[in-house]
């Protein structure tokens, strides 16, 4: 079946960096767009970045934009979003998708797999 796993999260000072990891399988990878997501408690789940089947296209929230990147590895069948310069303001569950869609997707709506997620917590 269709599986997405992400890892990386954890605890970091403000200011610092984390790395995280989505595998995918049971699906060709090279076929669909990726996303992540993120969930802070009592908030609805928010776009975070996109990054086209390629890799030559990318979309990020304006929240993020020239902290984090989000990038891939088709053979590894992988997508990284590293993220820099971090703040309280972004902790939360971190979640990867993958979409069948065409379009630039910033809607959960728009995706058709999600990971379990991960957690980040960013300390003051």
């Known amino acids: 079946q269709v599986q997405l796993v992400e890892s990386g999260g954890g605890l970091v000072q403000a200011g610092g960096s984390l790395r995280l990891s989505c595998a995918a399988s049971g699906l060709t990878f090279s076929s669909v767009d990726m996303g992540w997501f993120r969930q802070a408690p009592g908030k609805e789940r928010e776009f975070v970045a996109r990054?086209?089947?390629?890799?030559?296209?990318?979309y990020y929230a304006d929240s993020v934009k020239g902290r984090f990147t989000i990038s891939r590895d088709n053979a590894k069948n992988t997508v990284y979003l590293q993220m820099n310069n971090l703040n309280s303001e972004d902790t939360a569950v971190y979640y990867c998708?993958?979409?069948?869609?065409?379009?630039?997707?910033?809607?959960?709506?728009?995706?058709?797999?999600w990971g379990q997620g991960t957690q980040v917590t960013v300390s003051s």
């Open positions: 990054i086209s089947r390629s890799g030559a296209s990318t």
């Open positions: 998708a993958a979409s069948t869609s065409y379009m630039i997707q910033t809607a959960t709506r728009q995706y058709n797999t």
